[in-house]
């Protein structure tokens, strides 16, 4: 099992390799989507942008070309942000919502 910890909701969650770091949020009823986006977001498809999180600490796999696409003006303001839908958690993981 990895931990995952959700620094803004104080929370540390076991989880097993390969989740899906929204799924784990959104199963912990923890909110990554910031105010109207908690109802209009894209369900995890990468489509939407909203379920924007810094990876504070932790290893992850290279942002995808969905995440790029995405996330591009994003990452001009902040070079560390990733898509939670599009992150399979495969090390303990120290995460930053609502960036
Ligand atoms: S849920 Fe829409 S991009 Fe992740």
């Given at each position: 099992?990895?931990?995952?910890?959700?620094?803004?909701?104080?929370?540390?969650?076991?989880?097993?390799?390969?989740?899906?770091?929204?799924?784990?949020a959104?199963?912990?009823?923890?909110?990554?989507?910031?105010h109207?986006?908690?109802l209009?977001?894209c369900?995890?498809?990468g489509?939407?942008?909203?379920?924007?999180?810094e990876?504070a600490?932790?290893?992850?796999?290279?942002?995808?070309?969905?995440?790029?696409?995405?996330?591009?003006?994003?990452?001009?303001?902040?070079?560390?942000?990733?898509?939670?839908c599009?992150?399979?958690?495969?090390?303990?993981?120290?995460?930053?919502t609502?960036?």
């Open positions: 099992m990895l931990e995952v910890t959700f620094e803004k909701q104080k929370r540390t969650l076991k989880v097993e390799p390969g989740a899906n770091l929204r799924q784990v959104i199963a912990a009823k923890l909110g990554i989507y910031a109207i986006f908690k209009l977001n369900r995890g498809r489509l939407c942008a909203s379920c924007r999180v990876i600490s932790g290893q992850v796999a290279e942002r995808n070309e969905v995440e790029n696409k995405n996330l591009a003006r994003s990452l001009k303001k902040n070079p560390n942000l990733r898509l939670a599009q992150i399979s958690v495969e090390d303990n993981l120290v995460v930053r609502h960036v």
